[in-house]
């Protein structure tokens, strides 16, 4: 009885030819391979990264997986590094509200620039624009704030004729909001002209009405 030469497992053989080495095809595709390895003479080169020498394969030029992550990693920084040599360090983008230009970071990824007074009223239009299509009417979405408004009626309220504190948000109830004087739904307009400031209990109180109350 003979053993094979890879796992050891005794083989039968009977055959009047050749002598069996192997017991099966994976075995002998094994011993082949030992073989080719034992009878190729060892290169020895060294790591791009580490500098180690180690015994060269079929197409290695790094001695472990963890340094041919490191070389990916690097190739990566300097072409980054070569894409950004000659942009500037900021560049100038249109505002998406007031069209001005807006000096935003090189590394802006592309979205809305606005500054930062033109974003609380773009937020501000955006959400009457949606208060308004709730309601079943359409309005003219105007660009004044609401600071332009309070210097103009010096912020009083013009409902209860009191003081309006210009540092209270909007949804505080002290807090300043614009009030139309013809609601919209009575075919008033979103002009200016028709924008007076109001405390935020006033406005809800008044509602839909035309007259002013002067008590709260």
Request: glycine letters at 6%.
């Amino acid at each position: 009885m003979k053993t094979c030469t890879e796992c050891g497992i005794e083989i039968e053989d009977n055959s009047q030819g050749r002598r069996r080495k192997t017991c099966s095809r994976r075995c002998r595709d094994k011993r082949y391979a030992r073989i080719v390895k034992e009878n190729t003479p060892k290169v020895f080169v060294q790591c791009r990264v580490c500098s180690k020498e180690f015994e060269r394969g079929d197409r290695l030029v790094y001695c472990s997986e963890t340094c041919r992550y490191e070389a990916v990693i690097e190739y990566a920084r300097n072409k980054w590094r070569e894409q950004q040599q000659g942009k500037p360090d900021f560049k100038e983008l249109p505002c998406s509200w007031c069209n001005k230009p807006v000096i935003v970071r090189k590394g802006f990824p592309g979205l809305k620039a606005t500054h930062p007074d033109c974003k609380k009223e773009r937020i501000r239009a955006r959400n009457k624009t949606k208060n308004t299509r709730r309601r079943t009417y359409q309005a003219v979405t105007h660009r004044v704030s609401i600071e332009q408004i309070g210097d103009r009626d010096k912020w009083t309220c013009h409902i209860c004729s009191e003081h309006v504190d210009p540092y209270l948000p909007g949804n505080h109830r002290e807090g300043g909001t614009y009030d139309h004087v013809i609601p919209l739904s009575k075919g008033g307009s979103d002009q200016v002209d028709n924008l007076k400031l109001a405390h935020w209990i006033c406005n809800v109180r008044k509602s839909n009405k035309v007259e002013n109350a002067k008590s709260r």
